[in-house]
């Protein structure tokens, strides 16, 4: 029963701070109101027995990554009357919400007809380092290992993107 | 056939990439060698692929990669158009700069790179896998297109792709949830098997699910609603990246669409409908934007919209009996091979900072120089899809593969856009041919790219002559 007034809170909780992040005028605001979406994430991957992925998600997302995005952010020094003035703003949300409502709708439909309320699904020690570490190193290696790839094309190309020309 | 044959390909220009990264690190490589050196990276990686045997399903490393990857004879010849196409837009970069400024040594590194991407692309059989390797794909072409801070153009190519391309890869994100919440795995074997167990369209998150990844693969290809980057992104990248983009990124696309296509015969049925509009759309409405162009670069990007539509034909009728992924790569590779050569000759033609772009600016080019003027118009006439060229078999197995699957108001379709898309190919023949020259059109220093023209130019009959074999 609590776990599910948890849900229902957290849920609200990061909804309400995706809603903060692309209304706030200050891209400051913006970013902090984006660290109470990921954190009330991580509180819904704890619910879910994902213990890892919740410690990673406070770790990694709502710390060192939000804290490089302020740090540009206070590094770019903007004042307000840096921000442009957008006179349309809500004329353009309220498009987007018309052109949106469909998609909502169709997801909502998508969403109630998988099976709810199923028993249990984890086994014990279920979302442990161990146990994903297990599946990550076996049955996903090649997805773990082109990762790497992947990474090795952003950090060049970001080196490439922002290096010296000569 | 030894599984690492299977992949070797992929891990020579895997290796060749991060090669490339190392060696432009010393002063002694400049560019001439460094463009060498990716060319030979991309010929032999060819090579490769051309020995190695995957007739059947060879699924490499089975246990370690738990099958995630899978090789046939598709997989082969699409893997083979991307390395040539590779080796082609190296080949018209290397010309390129020599007249343009704004080289970085890591060029080369990030072409191979995207190539790593969508040789893995071709053979994925998992959709976190897939994801990856094409935001590998993804992550270098939007390096290439806007390495060039000094441009404002390029600026805002980059800054249009990677914001679109973002928005695609959230939608590809959503919808691959979407499909394991509806079959509980991403595996293209399991879902295909829950498919065949409980049906497609009385499962609606697969449906919904593989409605947006479809999404996603189609702003990839530039099919119709989502075709409207395509002008600016083309426009403004540098030459070599254009034809890259245009040609490789397209096969692999296709290559990893038709795939998805054929998890199961009911997910392709189910989308027949979908894709029947979205090719006449995508043909028309190319068709329309290339008309009013009068830039050779965005009129390219525009013809590449109509050419999108006739491969949207072939998946239509694709998996009907006697026609297979087979024609979908042979228009791919007629296709490649007219736009490389189209954009290899402008590469050395459009001179200094690509100030020869316009149609105009190609008056009497067949009076100065006769024999590119006879190339180009052999790549315009393939792409027109004029016999005995290449284009015009491609082509043929398009519109003969849709009447056999029964749609034969497509197929009419196709010939009626093929008649108007005549309009601008051959718009840049008669300038070319009927009229007075007014440039000398003079090229600055011996290069590659001439010579690549004509091997293409051959290429384009050579095609024509090979039937379609899988």
Redesign the interface.
């Known amino acids: 029963m609590i776990d599910t007034y948890l849900f229902f809170g957290l849920a609200l909780l990061s909804v309400l701070g995706a809603l903060g992040l692309i209304l706030f005028r200050h891209p400051m605001n913006g970013a902090m109101s984006f660290v109470v979406t990921l954190i009330s994430l991580a509180g819904l991957y704890a619910l879910l027995s994902a213990k890892l992925i919740f410690a990673i998600q406070l770790i990694v997302y709502a710390g060192a990554i939000m804290s490089l995005i302020l740090f540009i952010i206070m590094f770019l020094n903007i004042q307000e009357e840096d921000l442009p003035v957008d006179t349309a703003r809500w004329f353009y949300l309220a498009g987007g919400i018309v052109l949106l409502a469909p998609v909502a709708g ?2 909502l ?2 969403v109630e ?2 099976p709810g309320e199923a028993e249990p699904l984890t086994e014990a020690g279920f979302g442990g380092v161990k146990q994903v570490g297990l599946v990550l190193f076996q ?5 773990f290992e ?2 790497s ?2 990474l ?3 950090l ?2 970001a ?3 922002a ?1 010296k ?1 000569g | 056939m030894f599984d690492v044959m299977v992949i070797l390909p992929l891990a020579a220009t ?1 290796a060749g990439a ?1 090669l490339i ?1 190392l060696v432009a690190a010393f002063e002694t490589f400049r560019r001439e060698g460094i463009s060498i050196l990716g060319m030979g990276l991309f010929a032999f990686a060819f090579f490769i692929q051309l020995t190695v045997d995957n007739s059947g399903d060879i699924y490499p490393f089975a246990e ?3 099958g ?2 899978v090789a046939n004879t598709f997989t082969k010849v699409a893997g083979l158009i991307i390395l040539a196409c590779g080796f082609f837009s190296a080949l018209a970069a290397q010309t390129y700069f020599t007249q343009n400024k ?1 080289f ?1 040594l ?1 060029f080369y ?2 072409l191979l ?1 995207a190539a ?2 969508m040789l ?1 692309l071709t053979m994925v059989a ?1 959709l ?2 897939l994801f ?2 094409l ?2 794909m993804s ?2 072409v ?2 290439l297109v ?2 060039d ?2 441009s404002v153009v390029r600026a805002e190519a980059v800054l249009k792709y990677l914001m679109l391309g973002a928005f695609a890869g959230a939608f590809y994100v959503m919808g691959a949830v ?1 499909v394991y ?2 079959t509980g795995s991403t595996s293209f074997a399991a879902i295909g098997a829950v498919v065949a167990d409980s049906g497609y369209l009385s ?3 697969l449906v ?2 593989s409605f947006l990844i479809l999404f996603a693969f189609l702003f990839k290809a530039a099919a119709f609603p989502f075709h409207a980057w395509v002008i600016d992104v083309y426009d403004g990248a540098p030459l070599p990246v254009t034809a890259f983009m245009a040609t490789a990124v397209k096969t692999s696309i296709f290559a990893v669409l038709a795939n998805f296509l054929l998890i199961n015969p009911e997910v392709h049925q189910g989308w027949v409908t979908f894709l029947f509009y979205l090719s006449i759309l995508t043909m028309f409405a190319g068709n329309l934007i290339a008309i009013g162009q009068q830039n050779l670069k965005r009129m390219l990007a525009a013809s590449g919209i109509v050419h999108t539509g006739y491969l949207l034909i072939a998946l239509v009728a694709l998996g009907s009996e006697r026609f297979s992924g087979g024609a979908i790569l042979f228009y791919l590779a007629a296709y490649g091979v007219a736009t490389l050569g189209l954009f290899v000759a402008l590469s050395y033609l459009s001179g200094q900072d690509e100030r020869r772009v316009s149609f105009d600016d190609f008056r009497g080019l067949a009076k100065v120089r006769p024999y590119s003027a006879a190339c180009i118009a052999i790549f315009l006439l393939s792409m027109a899809g004029i016999p005995p060229t290449a284009g015009f078999m491609g082509k043929f197995y398009i519109i003969a593969g849709a009447f056999q699957a029964g749609h034969a108001v497509l197929a009419v379709l196709g010939i009626v856009s093929s008649i108007l898309s005549l309009w601008y190919y051959l718009r840049l023949i008669i300038v070319m041919y009927f009229r007075e020259p007014e440039q000398r059109f003079e090229v600055a220093e011996l290069t590659l790219a001439p010579l690549g023209t004509i091997v293409l130019a051959v290429c384009v009959f050579a095609i024509s002559f090979y039937p379609v074999v899988l």
């Open positions: 169709l997801l439909k998508i007809s998988l049955q996903w290696l090649l997805p082109i990762v790839i992947l090795l094309v952003a060049v190309g080196v490439v993107l290096g020309r | 895997g991060i990264m370690v990669f738990n995630m990857l704004g970085v890591e590194c990030m790179f790593f991407g893995l998992e976190i896998t990856i390797a935001e590998i992550l270098a939007y390096t806007g390495y801070r000094h979407l919440a509806g499962n609606p998150a919904g699910g």
